[in-house]
């Protein structure tokens, strides 16, 4: 009888373990189709690529040790990794060639000053030698290919609109089909200068005659030199990026010595940008029938898989990215009275790493505009909300990492980085309160906290923290 019952509990047991694995497979059939799916485009669109860039840097790439996959797959496909080598190297001269179009920063620097005058002054002086220490002071005087540089078209863009649009199952046509030449012309940056003259005076008194004579002569030498500022980009990224500069000027006298030095020189004081962003992109899918939304995503995040450049460039130096998962720049909540000075996000620490305004790109070399400050701090320091306000935005940005976005009613802040949130989206906070944990997340060299503040509705304007603070705050202060 116990024999019985045990085969009867086994046969059972098999039976209700068939039933349940019929039932699961019944419920999750209609699922795997998708998924399946989605593995096969997102394996042929990123890992395949990937790993075949690495094989071919690892064998062949070309003389920049560069090497990208762009169409290829491998293996007996028609189309071969020296296909890919062929467009790469042409979407890479596209670019230089734009580039080479505009001044460079060594011409800038050693370019000889266009006019000069005064009984002390040298023809052959350049403009470095000339403004050099005001210009450095101030985050440098960017020649046009560092202003331009960050609009550019990278390779990776090009590529990435290639692989989406030229792949026969979009275009409906046999065979890959790459246009780079027509898509660079279709996304090309469209630009607007204007000048400006830098201007230098110096005078001072000097013996003249024979050594220990009391006569004196008066010297003097003056120059100015003409150079350009972008104003206005209309690129894929934008509608409009507007650049407002500022004359700064330098004035001093020393009466013992009888000198008066006199300096006019441009100072970037802010950046906005207006969108709809993207939108070249966007009517460029639309032209070939992808009108969604993750069309534009899947395109973006292929051009950051091909190139570490492009991601830094789009991620953490256009800033735009934020605005595919919400919508930052139309204030819903609105402070009791004028806004006072800001809590300074990282209480006591107030080591400022880098500053806002153009640098050297600790990562990518070169110029690039910093659209906020760094501040240095260990792991999981408090991170503090400048002012009242409400949580616009409390999530994964690329580049930026975790990151905190806080509507003040005209003013937004900007907290990127992190290590962990202290709030949700929606959610009002007061000045002073915690809002998350500072670390490394996203594109970032090391600890610290990136602090941005932004205003402006339907657009981003930029602003530098610290002439908003009213300068770097000092050890003793407790705001």
């Known amino acids: 009888m116990k024999r019985i019952i045990e085969d009867t509990g086994r046969r059972l ?18 699922l795997l189709a998708p998924l399946v799916l989605f593995f096969f485009v997102y394996s042929l669109l990123f890992l395949i690529p990937r790993y075949i860039v690495q094989d071919l840097q690892a064998s062949q790439g070309d003389s920049r040790g560069r090497a990208a996959a762009i169409f290829t797959t491998g293996g007996r496909d028609d189309w071969k990794p020296a ?55 101030d985050s440098g005087l960017p020649a046009e290919r560092a202003q331009v540089k960050q609009h550019s078209l990278s390779w990776a863009l090009l590529a990435a609109v290639d692989r989406v649009l030229g792949d026969p199952v979009i275009s409906g046509l046999p065979g890959r089909r790459p246009r780079p030449e027509d898509h660079f012309i279709y996304l090309e940056p469209k630009l607007k200068w204007r000048e400006f003259e830098l201007y230098y005076h110096r005078s001072w008194t000097e ?17 100015r030199h003409t150079i350009r500022l972008l104003a206005e980009v209309q690129s894929y990224e934008a509608e409009r990026v507007i650049y407002q500069w500022e004359a700064r000027r330098h004035r001093r006298s020393y009466p013992r010595a009888d ?32 009108v969604r939304k993750s069309d534009l995503e899947l395109l973006l995040y292929l ?55 153009w640098r050297l790109h600790p990562v990518l070399g070169g110029l690039r505009f910093h659209k906020g400050i ?38 937004r802040t900007l907290y990127a980085h992190l290590m ?52 770097l705050p000092g050890e003793g202060d407790n705001d």
């Open 374 to 411: 760094d501040i240095a701090v260990p792991a999981g320091t408090p991170v503090l909300a400048a002012w009242d306000g409400r949580v616009a935005l409390a999530g994964w940005v690329e580049g930026y990492g975790k990151t905190v976005i806080i509507d003040h009613g005209g003013r």
């Open 13 to 30: 047991l098999a039976l209700i373990m068939k039933k349940t694995v019929l039932w699961l497979l019944a419920c999750i059939s209609p």
């Open 420 to 471: 962990a949130f202290g709030v949700d989206p929606g959610r009002e906070v007061s000045q002073g309160q915690i809002i998350g944990k500072a670390d490394s997340s996203g594109l970032s060299t090391g600890h610290h906290l990136h602090f941005e503040i932004r205003s402006g509705t339907g657009e981003t304007g930029y602003h530098d923290p610290l002439e908003l603070f009213g300068g």
């Open 83 to 137: 296909d890919d080598q062929a467009l790469y190297k042409n979407y890479r001269e596209l670019d230089r060639n734009w580039l080479e179009g505009f001044m460079d920063q060594e011409t800038l620097d050693n370019s000889r000053v266009g006019h000069s005058e005064g009984n002390a002054a040298r023809e052959e002086a350049r403009v470095k030698e000339v403004w050099g220490s005001f210009y450095e002071k």
């Open 207 to 223: 013996p003249s005659g024979d050594k220990g004579g009391s006569e004196t002569r008066r010297r003097t030498m003056t120059y």
């Open 303 to 357: 051009a950051m898989n091909y190139d570490q450049e492009f991601k830094f460039n789009l991620a953490l130096i256009s800033g735009n990215l934020a605005e595919l998962y919400t919508d930052t720049e139309n204030p819903s909540f609105i402070p009791a009275g004028p806004y006072g000075r800001y809590c300074w996000p990282t209480g006591g620490y107030r080591q400022v790493t880098s500053g806002y305004g």
């Open 259 to 290: 000198l008066v030095e006199e300096a006019v020189y441009p100072v970037l004081k802010g950046v906005r940008q207006q969108g709809p962003y993207f939108q070249r992109i966007r009517d460029l899918l639309a032209d070939n029938g992808l």
